[in-house]
């Protein structure tokens, strides 16, 4: 009997400025849907925040350091930090497919890393602040690629994100959480369950094809 391939999703947290950690409420949601519907997930924090270690030695240098990033296209160490952590997870032998999903900044820093690495089978966006970085590097991606958004969003514009989607390749996916803003307090489910959903309909049609 064919036993169903193990997945699992790595998630890329908010700016460490703006309260992104691992026990941001949309990630922690996300870690706990996703182990409800047969995922295995991986949380971390970036350099620097929380417990995980930094070579800037106190607060206000780390806090410096992470506003660079708010600023422009410098936050090539996140993008570091989360090819570690996808590393780490492919070395776990969790299976054949592994997704990431990132919210906010983390959005734009798993689609970087969804984009060039090929371990990763497919990506789930939300929040992404389109409109403040170059995504040039997104428009070639022939990988399937899930959008979420708000039209109440201080991060993003709805015109933006749509201007954005429009503009990248499919297999692609779009959806919209309604009555919600930035934070998707008590919506957190919701998405968390639009995103692993998605990630459930690519590995289904991944075994068909196997």
């Given amino acids: 009997e064919d036993v169903k391939p193990f997945s699992a999703i790595l998630l890329c947290n ?7 950690d691992m026990d941001n409420n949309v990630i922690g949601s996300l870690a706990h849907i996703s182990a409800q519907m047969g995922f ?19 607060t206000a240098e ?15 160490d996140a993008v570091h930090d989360t090819r570690a952590a996808l590393h780490f997870l492919a070395e776990q032998n969790i299976g054949s497919r592994i997704y990431i999903a990132g919210y906010s900044f983390g959005a734009l820093v798993g689609m970087r890393v969804g984009v060039e690495s090929e371990m990763i089978t497919a990506f789930a966006s ?10 040039d590097f997104l428009a070639p991606c022939k990988k399937p690629k899930l959008i979420v958004y708000t039209q ?4 993003t514009t709805e015109e933006d ?9 499919p ?13 998707y307090r008590m919506k ?18 991944e075994i068909e094809k196997e």
């Fill in 161 to 169: 994100t749509l201007r954005c989607f429009s503009k990248i390749l």
């Fill in 188 to 205: 957190e489910d919701t998405v968390a369950k639009k995103v692993c959903s998605f990630f459930q309909s690519i590995g289904k049609n």
């Fill in 152 to 155: 109440n969003d201080f991060a």
């Fill in 62 to 76: 780390k806090f410096l350091y992470w506003e660079a990033s708010l600023s422009g296209e410098n936050y090539t």
């Fill in 126 to 135: 939300i929040s992404m602040p389109f409109g403040k970085y170059n995504l």
């Fill in 40 to 58: 295995a997930s991986l949380r971390f924090n970036y350099r620097g925040v929380g417990n995980s270690e930094s070579y800037q030695k106190d």
């Fill in 14 to 20: 908010p700016h460490p400025n703006l309260g992104g």
């Fill in 171 to 183: 297999p692609k996916q779009l959806e919209l959480i309604q009555d919600s803003d930035h934070f």
